[in-house]
């Protein structure tokens, strides 16, 4: 039954806003020729219970203000228009279509259901339109209310270079039987385990995608899922999921927000503006097709019929538009001005930089985010690549936005699996990457150092595999990379054999000494703490179970290396040396004749840069003013790195402020003798050398 339309109706702001007296539902699309706002009383009704005409308000917004509803109502939309595809034009007013700005989702749609398709599947021609009504099997949009009671807990507001970021699957932190907690893979139960990240040392946490999300059908037909979640379809809305309480996500994330602010840990989201769910040209009209698809998309200039696709994912979202890029801004400020979060980590970021077809570090993706006055403020890394041409874009974007380092993931696991040509790269990587980010006016807090993350193999397979082994993804070990620079130290995967264990520890330290003390971020992917597992998968983004949960029964067995990384996370925070936000150049420190970095050989000479084989770099780092913006002072230290297999007489430098050097760390040893002191006395080194063992790194400090 169609109902007649108030005259009370608002353009601004999109979406559903609750007002006095009711409820303002506003949506945007420009070529539309009408739109029905369909009310529900059931997240599974087949029909809505009432039928709105919504009112052309102007700039191509359709609006409607409906008293009496409020908070909890269930919505969706029926947008009119031509269905046109090789004109870009999908409309099809028997599918019933999710708000952009939705706040909450019901469910994720099953694409079983063939009537979530705007065209004939059966035919398999998307230029014949199905006539089906869809409402029974999609997802309806909630009206929620922004109240919440953050019980006066404010952000921790800590500056990018002193965060230590976990990247962590929030599901996957739970989720495992050895968790303990009482809500596993939800929101809540993250909450749970707050209390082991800040026991581990982190200020940071770096969540997956945790906007609302949809498996596609080649996971449904395939029986796996889209865990890892890069296939958003809700921009504003919390993901479903992992809701703890059928319809409570917009609660419980706000919630886990604030006990993270409450520990003094921060919350960076990563997010998914690149693409959507929706998929290619035979993809379903859940969302963004459906409302105004030659809007939302990148569509083929030659055929509009087809998307332009940077992504690998079927299509691309039009942040060149500037509508479409209104609604991808206003979402990030709802994360941080409703739901507390403290920062982005935006995948495949140069598609966000591709106005037209070429990237561009001054697109009007990078340039509003920068002016925004909320979200200039906040943290924003992006993943330097796409699949697009030109898509790697290491060091090309510009201040304000920090980066993921692959160069310094594949350089440091090339280094220490012992590869030539290495020496020079790491002079870069140890320092903040300066090669990559000094020209365009960025520090080394630009530099998101990493050894692992999600994608790949985690810290323990990077050392136990030297090919992948990813047949539970059902494509017969065909995806996935096979560029893995991993190294199993003799044996292809689990061994008893002790002396390859020995040696896999022994790497897993070198490789953590490397993170945690070099300039720049370090960013730790969730469960490397305790030597977690994927049995050889360097591509588990469909594996919603063991291989990619964290298994807690790992912390007895690998005790040593998890306390070794809690001591290594305490020194690197509780020190500056580590943390400059100016690159080190070689220079004089202020009225001190030290240099702020000295590089040494193996013999107390300079470096040969240029030596292919060259295994062995050692530096000092000067403790005296660390140049932070403040006069802060710190420990010397220094640092020395032997890749080689032999052992190395390193004859000990002078130190910059005068004194001894004491041996804090030693990674040939084993624990406790691995790290000695946590207070940075160690061993005092009274001879003018040490030895360094073969692969192994030593870390001393100076002493007046």
């Not at 002078?654 to 084993?670: C, F, K, L, Q």
């Not at 691995?674 to 050398?689: H, R």
Request: glycine residues 10%; hydrophobic residues 35%; aromatic residues 10%.
């Amino acid at each position: 039954m169609n109902t007649p339309s108030p005259a009370n109706s608002f353009a601004d702001p999109l979406g559903a806003t609750i007002i006095e007296g009711g409820v303002n539902f506003a949506l945007f699309s420009r070529n539309a020729t009408g739109v029905s706002l369909c009310l529900y009383d059931a997240d599974d009704a087949s029909e809505p219970s009432r039928v709105i005409a919504m009112k052309n308000c102007g700039n191509f917004v359709w609006g409607e203000f409906v008293p009496d509803v409020g908070a909890g109502q269930l919505y969706g939309y029926r947008v009119h228009g031509p269905w046109n595809p090789r004109k870009g034009h999908r409309f099809n007013p028997n599918k019933l279509l999710i708000d952009p700005y939705a706040k909450a989702i019901t469910h994720k749609p099953d694409l079983r259901h063939e009537a979530l398709f705007g065209y004939v599947r059966e035919k398999g021609d998307d230029s014949v339109m199905d006539d089906r009504a869809s409402d029974a099997f999609a997802p309806k949009c909630v009206v929620t209310d922004d109240a919440f009671d953050w019980q006066g807990v404010g952000k921790p507001r800590i500056s990018m270079n002193d965060l230590v970021i976990y990247e962590v699957h929030l599901k996957g932190m739970t989720a495992h039987p050895s968790s303990g907690v009482d809500k596993p893979g939800a929101y809540l139960g993250f909450v749970e385990k707050i209390p082991y990240l800040k026991d581990l040392g982190v200020n940071a946490v770096e969540l997956l995608p945790t906007q609302e999300c949809v498996d596609e059908l080649h996971f449904v037909e395939t029986g796996l899922t889209n865990y890892w979640g890069y296939s958003t379809i809700g921009y504003f809305a919390p993901d479903s999921r992992f809701a703890a309480t059928r319809g409570e996500q917009v609660r419980e994330f706000k919630t886990l927000v604030r006990e993270c602010h409450r520990a003094g840990i921060e919350v960076i989201m990563d997010v998914v503006y690149n693409h959507t769910g929706e998929g290619g040209h035979l993809g379903p009209n859940i969302a963004f097709r459906g409302i105004d698809n030659a809007v939302y998309y990148k569509l083929r200039e030659d055929n509009r019929r087809y998307y332009t696709d940077y992504t690998g994912c079927d299509n691309t979202l039009n942040l060149g538009d500037p509508d479409v890029l209104r609604m991808a801004t206003d979402s990030l400020r709802y994360w941080v001005t409703q739901c507390g979060v403290d920062g982005f980590r935006f995948d495949l970021g140069v598609t966000l930089g591709r106005p037209k077809h070429s990237f561009d570090p001054a697109a009007p993706f990078f340039m509003a985010l920068r002016q925004d006055p909320v979200l200039r403020g906040v943290k924003m890394i992006v993943e330097p690549w796409d699949l697009g041409e030109g898509g790697f874009r290491q060091g090309g974007f510009p201040v304000g936005f920090a980066e993921w380092n692959g160069r310094f993931r594949d350089s440091v696991r090339r280094f220490v699996r012992g590869d030539e040509a290495q020496l020079a790269l790491m002079g870069y990587h140890l320092t903040g990457s300066s090669d990559l980010f000094k020209l365009g006016g960025r520090g080394p807090e630009s530099s998101i150092n990493h050894v692992t993350c999600h994608d790949g193999f985690p810290l323990n397979d990077v050392l136990s595999y030297k090919r992948k082994h990813n047949g539970a993804n059902g494509e017969e070990n065909r995806d996935g990379t096979n560029e893995n620079f991993s190294f199993n130290c003799g044996v292809e995967g689990p061994t008893a054999d002790g002396k390859i264990i020995e040696g896999r520890l022994r790497a897993a330290k070198n490789l953590a000494c490397i993170l945690l003390f070099s300039q720049g971020v370090p960013m730790i992917a969730a469960g490397d703490e305790m030597l977690k597992t994927q049995s050889g998968n360097n591509n588990a983004y469909c594996q919603d179970n063991e291989i990619s949960w964290l298994d807690y029964g790992l912390l007895e067995k690998n005790a040593d290396f998890h306390s070794f990384m809690k001591k290594l996370i305490a020194l690197r925070l509780g020190h500056p040396v580590f943390r400059r936000r100016r690159f080190l150049d070689g220079t004089a420190v202020d009225d001190m004749k030290a240099l702020d970095i000295a590089w040494f050989g193996a013999g107390g000479e300079l470096p040969d840069w240029h030596n292919p084989k060259g295994r062995f770099l050692a530096f000092v780092l000067n403790g005296g003013d660390i140049r932070n913006g403040e006069n802060l002072f710190d420990y010397d230290v220094l640092m020395v790195l032997n890749m080689e297999q032999n052992d190395v007489d390193f004859t000990l430098p002078e130190m910059p402020s005068g004194g001894h050097w004491a041996r804090v760390i030693d990674t040939s040893r084993v624990a406790p003798d691995d790290f000695l002191d946590s207070e940075l006395t160690g061993q005092m080194a009274d001879e003018p050398s040490i030895i360094v063992k073969g692969q192994s790194v030593v870390l001393l400090v100076g002493h007046v």
